[in-house]
């Protein structure tokens, strides 16, 4: 069974995204960010942002989702999207390093849905990251 991206399955996506706002783990910044893996044969794989006291061993809501996507199996060629939703008044994007893991874990032309709530931006996982390090670039 594949799931097709439509306005129904992206909305289940969104509100599962601010669902998982609630559980963020954000004692630092107490800004949440929640997020919602849609895998092709329609499963919705949340994630939430998680702080820690050393930020820099924090992990962000998209790649929680994306972690927990692949623990689940599911690899890239299983993805149809990624939501990003945070309760902020403009669209909140990815930041630099889920943005980095999105071209491992997702497909170029994954879309990523980042929404605030009251409006949405869709990209490409490539639009996020133009001339983009992948592992082309490891070849010697």
């Keep these: 069974m594949t799931v097709?991206?439509?306005s129904e399955i992206?909305?289940?996506?969104?509100?599962?995204?601010?669902?998982?706002?609630?559980?963020?783990f954000v004692p630092y910044?107490?800004?949440?960010?929640?997020?919602?893996?849609i895998t092709k044969d329609g499963h919705l794989i949340p994630g939430a942002n998680i702080e820690n006291s050393?930020?820099?061993l924090s992990n962000c809501a998209e790649r929680t989702a994306m972690f927990s996507a692949v623990m689940q199996g599911y690899l890239r060629e299983d993805i149809e999207?990624?939501?990003v939703a945070a309760?902020?008044?403009t669209?909140?994007?990815?930041?630099?390093?889920?943005?980095?893991?999105?071209?491992?874990?997702?497909?170029p032309d994954t879309p990523v849905i980042c929404t605030n709530g009251k409006e949405s931006k869709t990209f490409t996982v490539a639009q996020l990251m133009p001339?983009?390090?992948?592992e082309d670039n490891l070849q010697n």
């Design 54 to 56: 050393s930020y820099g």
């Design 4 to 6: 097709k991206l439509n």
């Design 131 to 134: 001339f983009a390090f992948t």
């Design 81 to 83: 999207a990624l939501v």
């Design 87 to 89: 309760p902020t008044q």
């Design 10 to 24: 992206i909305d289940q996506a969104i509100q599962k995204a601010f669902e998982a706002t609630k559980r963020a």
């Design 91 to 107: 669209i909140c994007p990815p930041c630099g390093a889920c943005r980095q893991v999105m071209l491992d874990l997702l497909t």
């Design 29 to 37: 910044s107490h800004f949440p960010v929640g997020a919602c893996i």
